[in-house]
Nanobody
Framework: QVQLVESGGGLVQAGGSLRLSCAAS????????MGWFRQAPGKEREFVAA????????YYGGSVRGRFTISKDNAKNTVFLQMNRLEPGDTAVYHC?????????????????WGQGTQVTVSL
């Protein structure tokens, strides 16, 4: 099992930036990628971005492409989500997760372990 702890959420005005972090520990040896998902009240959990365990490949959801950047510190097993030009529609709880699969990173069901989440609120 992999333990994941997110941090960095908060309240920001539209157009501003936030940087989320997610530290992974435990049985990470079988992990192939880490991903970020978000869930707004009353909505399905939505794929945001994913990065391969080596950090060499990235993949983004359509609504954040060009505004968000995912990166990884391999020495610390920590993944980051730099969020720029934030919009009120980005308001959600952001969760990180790990997957043992080398494909289908945009599917929630591909991920085996999840963090508790961190709240991001974007005001007008």
């Amino acid at each position: 099992q992999v333990q994941l702890v997110e941090s960095g959420g908060g309240l920001v005005q539209a157009g501003g930036s936030l940087r989320l972090s997610c530290a992974a520990s435990g049985r990470t040896s079988s992990s192939k990628a880490m991903g970020w998902f978000r869930q707004a009240p009353g909505k399905e959990r939505e794929f945001v971005a994913a990065i391969s365990w080596s950090g060499s490949s990235t993949y983004y959801g359509g609504s954040v492409r060009g505004r968000f950047t995912i990166s990884k510190d391999n020495a610390k097993n920590t993944v980051f989500l730099q969020m720029n030009r934030l919009e009120p529609g980005d308001t959600a709880v952001y969760h990180c997760a790990v997957t043992p699969y080398g494909y289908n990173w945009s599917l929630r069901t591909s991920y085996s372990d999840w963090g508790q989440g961190t709240q991001v609120t974007v005001s007008l």
